[in-house]
């Protein structure tokens, strides 16, 4: 199914995920020698395209000496070996903003896919919908806006991609206490989701759902 967030969205709010923290059985791709020009991102010997790179991916780059170390926003994969890339923007209508020029990167593209599309999966039980309710009437396809369940996606992937990330409860790194914390904000902020659902998408209503009474549902 269709995830509510993806990695750009991630990369609001934490950038550490792409770059030590990353899974490295979730990694696309990865490579050297890769060049940053204008908003324009090319490497040699990839094809992005069959690697599943697709907009609001994340690219991680590194130099050799350590001078460069940061992630931008993929804006298209353009060509097999070409990405538009770009700072993080504000909102996804500003056009690219072009990173500092460098060669000879050492680059790596990861993802968080599957954990939002298990949130995904949590968030429509949560709300009653398909697929988390195959029983139920409506479906993740018929809310009319999924944006207000972005946020939420975004916490609770965080929340899933620390606890992965922690050593128990030992936590030497904090990384567990940053779990519960997202935990805590995504809890908060399914509450707040009010969706509402069109099924014939004819633009009748037919259901309005708030958070705080979907966490009342019981089977």
Not at 33 to 52: E, I, N, R, W, Y
Not at 187 to 198: G, T, V
Request: glycine residues 10%; aromatic residues 8%.
């Amino acid at each position: 199914m269709a995830a509510f967030s993806n990695d750009k969205d991630l990369l609001r709010c934490e950038a550490a995920v792409f770059g030590d923290l990353h899974f490295p059985w979730q990694v696309r791709c990865a490579g050297e020698g890769g060049v940053l020009s204008g908003a324009t991102f090319a490497a040699a010997g990839v094809d992005f395209d069959a690697a599943g790179v697709q907009a609001g991916g994340v690219l991680y780059v590194r130099s050799a000496d350590g001078s460069v170390d940061a992630v931008y926003e993929i804006v298209s994969a353009d060509a097999p070996g070409q990405l538009t890339v770009s700072v993080l923007r504000g909102d996804d209508a500003d056009p690219p903003v072009a990173p500092p020029a460098h060669d000879a990167l050492h680059w790596r593209i990861s993802t968080f896919d599957p954990q939002a599309q298990q949130v995904a999966l949590e968030l429509t039980a949560y709300f009653g919908l398909r697929p988390g309710r195959p029983d139920s009437a409506w479906g993740a396809d018929d809310v009319v806006d999924t944006t207000p369940l972005r946020q939420a996606s975004v916490y609770g992937v965080l929340a899933n991609v620390y606890a992965t990330c922690a050593d128990g409860d030992r936590d030497a790194h904090g990384l567990w206490t940053k779990s519960r914390h997202y935990r805590q904000l995504y809890e908060r902020a399914r509450r707040r989701c009010r969706i509402s659902i069109d099924a014939g998408g004819d633009g009748v209503i037919e259901k309005r759902i708030a958070g705080g009474s979907a966490a009342l549902v019981r089977d």
